[in-house]
């Protein structure tokens, strides 16, 4: 070339002169050629030759043209010679040319902006004319091989060029040009050259989409307006684009497609992975290579060619010879077609159908017209997938089938790295709805893997980038495709690993598995695809669908699909455990501040589709609400399934549940809107005469819209939803309601006369399909028969011929059929050989395809909501659902197979899915893996240790794992993991050679307190070769005493710190189960005891909150194991113990804290349960070792330490017994006399075990001692009371002031009063009398109150139940420590006489009625005596209230002791209790009762005069006679009596005093009988006793009482014939029973009582009615001793007698006038009986005195 040409120039000027210099062009048949060439030659020579090269610039160096758009050299007028050239048969030339003009394009010297004057269409310009002239090179197959690589290269240059642009039908030209290349090509070099070609396009024309809306919302955003000549673009922003109908003309047929290079369609893992970035890089390579090339020479076009196809090649034909090796074109191959064009889309619309048309489509506005661009070529590209293949197995070398797999490969290279104007454009989305998922849908179920496999890549790209906008379409896939292809049988091997190779991507990706659960498995119209995921691949994991029936599958491949379904569920536990990980808190984090991150134990986190929380989640997106929404979808599908079988029960269950409402339109629109119902069922129902059903169909049929339809679409669109039912009557039905229907919604139509017209018509039609479309039919009805049959059926008219033909023609096209559900799915037949099994699999990936294809279009209007999870609850509903059928699946592979891969799997399966039971806390799901993980282990099971393999040591790693990071969430699944390590620890002694028998004895069955035994040592026969026998198993169980295994154990208790309380709490329960378990063997092991010490120090430093938990636990184990039978278990128990305690006291505690004595208390529980000396002596030890060491810190353990020692006290172990009280003694003398205030909590534990010591007969010396320091006690208590007082309590309920009494005084006296009612005479003598010391000399601080309290405790002295059974023990008691404690209290009441009067003298009153009530001699006697005493020292001081009171318990206790029974006993009778019905206080006692204290001998005594062989025969009947209870009784009520009668006496007149009184007037009648005069001072008497005190009515009172005492003696003493009676039967003795004594006392204390009273000048009021009662008791003595008919019974009288006469004869002579004379008659009658001599003295004196006070004689005769 010539230095003065510019670059532009010489490229023209040597172009053209090259094709002038080819042959060809000299022929006369390119003489046009020729003559362009010339003429545009000598214009650019001549146009060059002024200009000069510039300098220093070499002319083979190309310049962009800097005067395109000026008046220089303008390259678009010197296009006619190469379009020549291009239209040429000349290969030469064809490639000249085109190398041209690629160069000028490329260089900037040709845009082609300027308009097109040779085209007819407006707008069109010179580079679309360039563009066709390009393209028009290729003429098919035969095509120069050359000339295609020059098409390829400029139509790359063009597309990609920043100087030309071309839209819309340019572009799909261009693209179909390169697509037809590909397809005609039979070399894998050009092939790859045009599928690289077009990729390179395809990503060119959407980068530039991209990249052009970036800077057009950049520009926005900075306010700043963009330059309409984009630099990179192409096209000017502001163009509008052109008019839809050209572009879509244009791209009808046109094969825009963009293909993925060749390296990214090879299959990664069975997918087609992400484009590799080197389609770029080559695209650029291609665009720049020519200029590089023009540096060192000039290029020649096949150099150039080369260039490009080397690099295209070099990136693409590496990775994709492995696809392509094998559908390489063969020389021999046939050619069908010569020159193939791009294969044409014959689409055919179904009548009726409702898809939105292309031009439609076309109608909306792009923002740019590259974005047009775009959306024609990926449009093109999904119509281009849709054509079918043809019938049969497809060649791998036809145009069909490659086409399809390059239209796919380019549609995947597009959706694979998608930007954000294809993710989120409305088009684009509606297009991916309308044509590439309907395109899918057909070939995602194609029999030809190749198609297959990039379908199922696309689907993975669609779901990691438009999810969002395809729900429906995703479940048609899931549901219609790939989860039928797993589960037909008659699938093939490469179509079931692909999709499984999916779902082990989608299984990878936490937030797809979990949008997957959320939009489907919890939506109401959706299928549970989750669910049925999960339990297909658990199936397939099984090994179920790849079993006998599976044809075709080797050994290798069953492995292989088996191990790719564990993968599957593997990856959606692990889905689950990264979607939950923020609930899980690490326990090996909780105490250190850096995260410990463990990756071995980790499951490896999944690469990620997409990222969580997308922009489109939605903001009520609650886990709540979706776990409401699955239960009622369960129960929905429950109702849907009854209906299927059983249509009223199911819709009476869903309205039930109150899902549906009972109203027609309400069952209508469920039948409408759900498709899973069985269409077969809802036309019977529809069609029922029922009337219910009945409203349901006109219901139904009443929500169609029939507006404006064509007959058969309607009759279409009413058939869709149900299967006609098979009886003629519902047909008919039916089809009445749908004629009405259709005539109702096109009133206007005026071809049908009526509804009539339109029902008959329908049945017609519906005839008319059965008679053409039935096999069973074999002469079909003819177009004419047809027309024929429906004549006047219009009103007597005909219908129009040409409308009847049309709908003939329809139906014999197109049959009608009901739509396609949800519901349908693939058969499951089983063939029989591999030819059958291809046959049924291609009919049903047919089957499948229409099916999915029917779904797909009537979703692509659709729009359903997707809803992107982001709560972490999601997956609690999700593992519920699902944790069946995963422990299913690696519990089959974990126990079926010994393959390393699958045991791995399920491994970490089982261990993802403990996680998540783990995190929400699924307890029940939880177990199950945990107890199927340890059963693994074979460490719990029953089998022989020779059998664990190496998964069981995989299994026992993953257990321990598991442990060490779940641990805060296992609960009561500790257990079985712990009783797996309990076995693993003796299985590591088997590991060291240590025999098994030397270790433990098998135990068959569970041990005796329900645990485990240990098994898996049954199995094992030891004889014979016993040593390589021995051997095996330690070999087997050698890798179980690995260092890991070792380390990881030890790990799982040291780590137990970093357990967060509650399981920490779990931990220790289930570590005490285990060891319980290992104690009770035959032969006892320690290991957990061991290790549960080792926790507790491990775990010392814990909160107190948790430690109490945790020792409430550890503390009953303790118990247990304290007691075991073996000593050498129980001593480590309580040395454990010690150790423990004494650290734990170390720290302290604070007041009112109780947890010392929670800690010390299995102490307590041992000594108390454990007999053993040995232990004992041990438990003391260790209390007395933290007393005497920290006793500076203990606080509420006193409790248990006096508790311990109370235990002790009672023993009979000198050792033990006097180390307990030596250090309890010291705690008294020290600790009490130091700091009391410490010890006050255990103050009464002190007491109790200072009382417990007492009561030890064994040991007198220290009982002694013991009642000693309870004294001391005392003064402690008495010298600190406001330690007591101010202390806080734990019951808030007692006043400060009492808690002094309520926590020490009263304990005191509580304990004392237990020795006094244990011990024996000297100790609880002793104990007496220090109570009442204490008593005596701290009781004046005592509070009112508090003396109510110590009162019961001194009556408790005398409670029957305690007092001893033995006679002897009886006597002694009695006569010692009742009576001392009876005069002991009164002592007390007379003491604090003012305190205690008021609140107790009552309740003593109400003491000493119920001792006199006892039926024991004794104890009557001493209440008699006590009584007495009482008011005696303290009748002074009473009140009147104090005398009635005082008055009516004398009162009460003589009517409670009258023995009535003395007079109406009968043989017979004596079983009777001695009650008084005029008693108010009867006795309680039983007869046995008084039998047992009714012994003594006193009472006969007193009342008879036997001798002492009377009494011993008396005793003897009493024995024997049945009657002896009573008996007893009785006597000692007459000895109550007597003795009442001597007190009441003692009270008024003093003790003695009447004695006296009767013996001075014996003496004195006696000295009258001798006539002798004694000293009147011997008659004069002080007024003593309490009688002053006494009011009136109350002696009137007491006389009662002994005058119905008295009256009672004279009735049983004139009963002659019961006393014989009572004699026979034994009573008293030989003698008959009288009451001498007490008919002559009580009527003697009462006549005494009258004359004190008759002689009382205070009470004179009173006279005139005690002269009255005593004249009449007098009267009635005398009458009733002049009945008396026994010398004895007169003689008792005697000194009544006397006491009588005496007194009246000291009254004046008025008062003894009154008596004498009513007295005197009888005094006569008793001068007839033989008196003593003293008695007649007396009543001559009487009679002496009456002569002078009746004038009878002169007084001096009285002298």
Known sequence: MQKTGTTKEMFIIKALEKILQERETKKPHHSQLRKACQDALEEAKAQCQPAAAPEGVSSALPLPSQDTAGGGFQA???????????QSKSAKIIVTALDCLQKLIAYGHLTGDRPDPTSPTAGQRQIDRIVQTVCGCFTGAHTDEEVQLQILKAILTVLTSQYVEVHEGTVLQAVRTCYNIYLASKNIVYQTTAKATLTQVINVLFMRMETQAQSAETADTNGQAESADAGGDGGPPGAPPDDPTSADGAADGAPSDTPAAAGEGGPLNGVPSSPPAGDTASAGSSADGPAEQAAGAEPTAETVVRSIVEELVDSAVPSEATASVSSEPRENGSERSSAPNTPKMNRRMSQGSEDASESDMMTAKFSHILQKDAFLVFRSLCKLSMKPLPEGTPDPKSHELRSKVLSLELLLSILQSPGRVFTSNEMFITAIKQYLCVALSKNGASSVPEVFQLSLAIFLALLANFKQHLKKQIEVFFKGIFLNLLETPSSSFEHKWMVIQVLTRICADAQSVVDIYVNYDCDFAAANIFERLVADLSKMAHGRQTGPEQLGVTVTQERSIRLKALECLVGLLKCMVEWSRELYVNPHSQTNLETDRETADEPVQPASLATYGSQNSLANNTPQQYESLKHKKEIWEQGIDMFNRKPKRGLAFLQEQGLLEATPDSIAAFFHDDHRLDRAVLGDYLGDPDQHNREVMYAYVDRLDFNDRDFVAALRLFLDGFRLPGEAQKIDRLMEKFASRYCECNPNQNLFASADTAYVLAYSIIMLTTDLHSAQVKHKMTKEQYIKMNRGINDSKDLPEDYLSQIYDEIAGNEIKMKVTASAKPGKQVAQSEKQRRLLFNLEMEQMSLAAKSLMEAASHVQAEFTCATHVEHVRPMFKLAWAPFLAAFSTGLQDCDDPRVDELCLDGIRCAIRIACIFQMKLERDAYVQALARFTLLTANAAITEMKAKNIDTIKTLISVAQTDGNYLGHSWLDILRCISQLELAQLIGTGVRPGRLAHPAKGKTADGGHGFHFLENIDFTGNAERRLASVVESMGETNSQSVVVAVDRIFTGSIRLDGDAVVDFVDALCHVSRDELAQPQ??????????????????????????????????????????????????????????????????????????????????????????????????????????????????????????HLAASGMDESVVELSFQTTGSIISTVFENHLAIVIDSFQDSIKCLSEFACNAQFPDTSMEAIRLIRSCARYVADSPHLFRDHNIEDK???????????????????????????????????????????????????????????????RIFDNMKLPEQQLEKAEWMTTTCNHALYAIIDVFTQYHD???????????????????????????SGTNCLENLVISNGVKFRPETWDQTCRCMLDIFNSTIPHQLLTWRPGEAGEPLTDPKSPHSPTDSPSEIMGRADSMHSINSIGSQTNDDKNRKIMKMKVHQDHQL??????????????????????????????????????????????????????????????????????????????????AKRFNADHDQRNLLWRAGFKGNAKPNLLKQETQSLACALRILFRLYTDEARRAEWPQVQQRLIATCREALEYYLSLQSEAHRDAWVALLLLFLTRVQKMDDERFRAHASNYYPLLCEVMCFDLKPELRAVLRKFFLRIGPVFNITPPAATT
């Open 76 to 86: 678009d007028k010197y296009l006619l010679p190469f379009e020549l050239a291009c």
């Open 1084 to 1205: 006892p092991r320690m290991f957990s005891l061991t290790k549960l010490v080792e926790i507790s120090y491990y775990n010392m430093g814990r909160i107190r909150l948790q430690w109490s938990r945790i020792w409430k636990i550890l503390g009953e184990h303790f118990n247990r194991v304290g007691c075991n039978p073996v000593e050498e278990i129980s001593f480590f128990a309580v040395d454990s113990l010690r150790q423990l305690s004494m650290k734990f006291i170390e720290k302290g505690e604070l007041a009112n804290f109780r947890f010392q004595k929670d800690f010390l208390r299995p102490f307590e529980y041992i000594m108390k349960s454990n007999r053993s000396p040995t232990i004992q002596d041990m438990v003391v030890r260790c209390v007395a070792q933290m007393v005497n060491s920290q006793a500076r810190n203990i606080r509420s353990g006193w409790n248990n330490i006096f508790s311990v020692f």
């Open 1293 to 1355: 309920t007692i006043p400060e002031e009492d808690r002094v009494w309520v926590r020490a005084w009263f304990p005191i006296m509580f304990e004392l009063s237990c020795i006094v009612n244990r011990c024996k005479l000297d100790v609880r003598t002793r104990a007496l009398t220090v109570m009442f010391e204490i008593i005596k000399t701290y009781g004046m601080t005592y509070r009112q109150h508090w003396w109510k309290d110590l009162f019961q405790i001194l009556f």
């Open 1395 to 1421: 305190t205690l009067q008021p609140i107790l003298l009552e309740p003593l009153y109400s003491q000493l009625h119920w001792c006199v009530r006892q039926d024991n001699e004794q104890l009557a006697r």
């Open 1527 to 1608: 008996f007893a009784g009785l006597l000692i009520r007459c000895v109550v009596q007597l003795e009442l009668i001597q007190t009441i006496d003692n009270i008024v007149f003093f003790p003695t005093t009447s004695r006296k009184e009767d013996a001075e007037n014996l003496a004195q009648a006696q000295a009258e009988a001798l006539r002798q005069r004694l000293s009147d001072d011997a008659q004069q008497r002080e007024d003593q006793g309490m009688y002053p005190y006494l009011s009136a009515p109350q002696l009137f009172q007491l006389i009662d009482c002994l005058m119905q005492s008295h009256r009672f």
